[in-house]
């Protein structure tokens, strides 16, 4: 069965670290991949996402995420983290069809 | 603005009852899906409809019932039969075409609990 990993539920930095939090996931073919964001009281929002091409994509807030397929990874990244990051994170993945699976969530809280 | 629209926020279930959660959204999207959002295991799939009248079973389907009479609204009813119903319920939407790319539109939630 198709599966989503993300290996931290809890991070906690300081203003201006850099963030990376890890998404891999256990699908061979095709994927289509998305980065997820809900902010505190706010809804689940589309940060960004990678169907095809260039496997850096850039998405809001200066985040990125680089695609590499040999690892089945899609890793968020973003150089400068602000305490407005602070937020629950989610990777998502569609191989296809309805059915999209996504991660178990990573709280980051930013401290000022 | 467009959007989907979910309520109440905050529901409250006796041990028993049936309750219907309400999901409406004003983007003419033609799919909608409800998930189920429990701390430490992100969102999983009760139910999602294609397109009006048509709805299928997801992965946490069991305890749960769904209509799809019109194209904006997609009401979840949580049964009696759903044991463990404490829950973020999610409510979301895409376009209708090449779902597999289509980032999913989302409400603000739903917080049901058993008193």
């Known amino acids: 069965a198709q599966s989503v990993s993300q290996h931290n539920h809890h991070v906690i930095l300081s203003e201006a670290a850099s963030l990376e939090l890890g998404c891999n996931y256990s699908y061979g073919g095709t994927v289509n991949l998305f980065w997820y964001v809900q902010y505190p009281g706010q809804h689940l929002q589309l940060l960004l996402k990678?169907?095809?091409?260039?496997?850096l994509v850039k998405g809001i807030k200066g985040f990125e995420a680089e695609f590499i397929k040999s690892k089945f990874s899609f890793n968020l990244r973003k150089p400068s983290v602000q305490w407005s990051d602070t937020a629950e994170y989610f990777c998502a993945v569609n191989a296809g069809g309805f059915k999209t699976i996504f991660g178990a969530g990573t709280r980051l809280f930013v401290k000022a | 603005d467009g959007g989907i629209t979910q309520s109440p926020k905050y529901l409250f279930r006796k041990e028993g009852q049936n309750v219907t959660l309400s999901c409406e959204q004003n983007l003419n999207h033609d799919a909608m899906y409800w998930y189920r959002q429990d701390p430490g295991q992100g969102l999983r799939l009760i139910y999602y409809?294609?397109?009006?009248?048509?709805?299928q079973k997801g992965d946490i389907a069991e305890g749960y019932s769904v209509s799809r009479e019109k194209k904006e609204s997609f009401p979840l009813t949580v049964t009696s039969a759903q044991k463990n119903p404490t829950a973020f319920y999610l409510c979301?939407?895409?376009?209708?075409?090449?779902?597999?790319?289509?980032?999913?539109?989302f409400g603000d939630g739903t917080r049901l609990s058993i008193l």
């Open positions: 409809s294609q397109i009006v009248n048509d709805f």
């Open positions: 979301a939407s895409t376009p209708g075409h090449e779902y597999s790319n289509q980032p999913q539109h």
């Open positions: 990678y169907f095809s091409g260039d496997p």
